[in-house]
């Protein structure tokens, strides 16, 4: 019997070196004959601490990225060998599912078409076969609202449940090359002068990177993370998924669970209080006193988005505006900065929490254009009176009609 079947630690070992070494340029084939018995007993759990593991290497994320395809190509017929998890309709992995399950519907329906404008024999046939196919890939956009829900929600929660959590910033650089791809294709699409060649490479990758998350969501992650997710926490997930939304599904209908205690009580300087209670609860900010409700009004009703992060980069707070930029959850709290953003953006991150730590800045601007709005985002240290740093806050607003105020108002209208 092979030492790798009862053995984890040494499995997972030698697949880890198998990956680290593919990505170095060793022969294929040698490292395939040197860690097959690994490879033949793999399971899905390996393959996210592998990844895990490959990650705080601190390789270059396209490496990164290309190695674990020509891994995964490798571990194939022994992923699929173990199969996907069975769920209920509305367990939160078994609607990220079933949207899987509608994308690859959509995605079925667009290879005639890449056929038939390939062999187009009219301009007016090639025009209409690129009209049709630019309309169906506008229609992805809805898809983002599957990959917002894994970004904001699952993978907090995951992170907080599974210590060797880091494959998860491997993924959000898939979904950030997805969005990216679909622009490119979209502009191409729209050219007037269609660039066939590259649309045909567009296409090809799109469909790549999509089949490429929907397996490594359904034979990797998902059954991973069924077992390491306490079950009580997947309603949470649902019930935040609300105001996020879904993707070609109709809004699924909830079964209210049993809240715990918990949430209906807090101590409070040593008393416990219900939510009633502290909403009453005075406080004094040296300019006047307001309840806990009326300060979360306040918050709430300013033309911003506010979020705070704590001295150890830690998300303490975010306002909750009727209309918000970007997308948060509950599931954010507690999460450090670095995991809310994708890995290929976290350097800016952590430069900037370094020039607030030091003292080198006090603040700084950025500003974005984004589905037809100019955004602008403000990041601010938060110093105490002795001027120790206390984290920051990031307030991001939209200036699109601000923008294009002139003269004076005096009067209401």
Not at 79 to 85: A, C, R
Not at 313 to 324: E, G, L
Not at 385 to 407: A, F, M, N, P, R
Request: proline content about 4%.
């Amino acid at each position: 019997m092979s030492e790798f079947i009862n053995n984890n630690a040494a499995r997972i070992d030698s697949l880890f070196q198998f990956c680290l070494d593919l990505i170095n340029g060793k022969n294929g084939k040698e490292l395939i004959s040197t860690h097959q018995e690994a490879i033949d007993h793999l399971c899905p759990n390996d393959i996210i601490q592998v990844v895990h593991r490959l990650v705080e290497e601190d390789l270059p994320m396209e490496d990164l990225k290309i190695g674990i395809n020509k891994s995964l190509n490798v571990f194939h017929n022994a992923i699929i060998d173990h199969e996907t998890p069975e769920l209920e309709p509305n367990h939160f992995l078994g609607i990220l599912m079933r949207e899987n399950g509608e994308l690859e519907k959509r995605l079925v329906e667009i290879k005639p078409l890449v056929k038939s404008f390939n062999k187009a024999q009219t301009e007016e046939q090639l025009k209409n076969d690129l009209q049709e196919i630019r309309y169906r890939i506008e229609e992805f956009a809805e898809f983002e609202k599957h990959y917002l829900r894994k970004e904001n929600i699952f993978f907090p929660y995951f992170e907080n449940q599974y210590p060797e959590y880091k494959c998860l910033g491997v993924m959000w650089s898939i979904h950030d090359d997805i969005r990216r791809i679909r622009k490119e294709l979209l502009q191409a699409l729209a050219t007037e002068q269609a660039d066939l060649k590259l649309i045909n490479k567009l296409i090809g990758d799109l469909f790549f990177l999509k089949y490429t998350i929907i397996f490594r969501e359904e034979y990797l992650l998902f059954p991973v993370a069924l077992n390491a997710v306490s079950s009580d926490l997947w309603d949470e997930m649902n019930q935040q998924s609300m105001e996020v939304g879904f993707s070609f599904i109709d809004p699924p209908v909830f079964t209210p669970g049993r809240k715990s205690k918990k949430s209906k009580s807090f101590s409070f300087e040593g008393k416990e209080l219900d939510a009633k209670q502290l909403g009453n609860t005075l406080l004094n900010f040296d300019t006047g006193l307001m309840s806990l409700d009326q300060a979360m009004m306040l918050l709430n009703h300013l033309p911003v988005d506010i979020t705070m992060i704590d001295e150890n980069d830690r998300v303490r707070f975010f306002s909750n505006p009727k209309d918000r930029f970007f997308t948060r959850s509950k599931a954010i709290i507690g999460r450090t900065v670095q995991n809310c953003h994708p890995p290929e953006s976290v350097h800016i991150v952590d430069e900037l929490l370094k020039a607030f730590k030091s003292g080198e800045k006090d603040s700084e601007p950025f500003w974005i254009q984004m589905q037809g709005r100019f955004i602008l985002i403000q990041y601010f240290a938060l110093r105490d009176d002795e001027g120790s740093y206390k984290g920051c806050i990031e307030v991001s607003q939209d200036l699109t009609e601000l923008k294009t105020l002139e003269g004076e108002k005096r009067l209401m209208e």
